[in-house]
């Protein structure tokens, strides 16, 4: 039975943390999970892209779910991340995300060297038919090389009773959501991504929220709130105070490993590695991070 609770809201981004050897360390999680609480978030997400999930192993994936959804309890949703590179080896992650306790999957399209809708679709299909959760679909044209036209997304939504959700990752991606608002006559919930940087816009042009690991997920939860009661000029201020430090961990190419030092920073991780080839940065960027946030009022108290 397809789990139909909604997910509206703010879903925080799990990177995966690392222990200094190397070993992913799920004692990291729960603190990562109750950051997310406290924050007052709908769900989190694990094994995204965020979350290095192509650079883990299959035995390491299974750990890390159990992890997330024990800590989370009944107070979050866990959406699961099940991309894959065949439409069979996504069947089995999608089975294995549902019996673990996942309340949705995420897939983004298998990697084409030449645009194939009708094989993509078939992927979907694959998922479809295993499925007892929802489905986000992640447009990220940028890592898989597939682009998804509104109408084929329209499509998948249509044809795929649990292709429920979007994950829009694709800039301008203020400009895709009426796009792809129109192109769903509403229906299927979108959420924006890509560290926050344009979560103003897509509410204002109606995402209903984001999945992303900004690392003060408290800020994002603010500004979506404040807007789903019609504050605009509060949402737009708070945004535009917090726009600085979304921007710079938004660095192209080092964004994870600017979010880690952030959330190391924070308290919520152990270490701020990143399993390579993901790049790391170096001490003159985190001279420069330190700087920006020692010139900000990071404070959230009074979001």
């Known amino acids: 039975m397809v789990d139909d609770r909604k997910l509206d809201g703010i879903h925080f981004m799990l990177p995966t943390p690392f222990q200094s050897n190397g070993d992913v360390d799920l004692a990291s999680f729960s603190r990562l999970v109750n950051a997310a609480k406290a924050a007052g978030c709908a769900g989190v997400v694990t094994l995204g892209v965020m979350g290095e999930a192509h ?41 294995d995300a549902q019996s673990s306790g996942a309340t949705a999957v995420m897939i983004a399209p298998a990697k084409l060297a030449k645009p194939n809708p009708l094989a993509t679709f078939d992927y979907y299909s694959a998922a479809q038919e295993v499925t007892s959760v929802p489905i986000v679909v992640q447009d990220l044209p940028e890592q ?14 249509t044809e795929l009773p649990d292709a429920k959700y979007l994950k829009l990752e694709d800039p301008p991606t203020p400009q895709k959501v009426t796009r792809v608002v129109e192109a769903t006559l509403g229906s299927m919930g979108i959420f924006g991504g890509l560290g926050g940087s344009f979560l103003y816009e897509e509410l204002r042009r109606g995402a209903i929220g984001t999945m992303t690991g900004f690392a003060y997920p408290e800020v994002l939860v603010a500004i979506h709130r404040y807007m789903a009661r019609g504050d605009i000029e509060r949402a737009r201020s708070i945004f535009y105070k917090w726009i600085p430090l979304i921007r710079y961990e938004n660095s192209a190419g080092i964004s994870l490993a600017v979010r880690k030092e952030i959330l190391k920073h924070r308290g919520f991780i152990t270490t701020s590695d990143v399993r390579p080839p993901t790049p790391p940065i170096g001490d003159d960027t985190k001279e420069e991070l330190v700087d920006l946030m020692n010139a900000m009022d990071l404070s959230v108290e009074n979001l």
Do not use: Q
């Not at 750990?63 to 866990?78: C, E, F, K, N």
């Not at 898989?144 to 939504?157: E, M, N, Q, W, Y």
């Open 55 to 95: 650079r883990l192993t299959d035995t390491e994936r299974g750990p890390i779910i159990d992890t997330v959804v024990a800590a989370v309890g009944d107070d979050l949703t866990v959406t699961v991340g099940a991309s894959a590179e065949s439409g069979r080896a996504l069947a089995r992650r999608v089975k």
């Open 144 to 157: 898989t090389g597939v682009h998804l036209d509104p109408s084929f997304i329209a499509k998948l939504h």
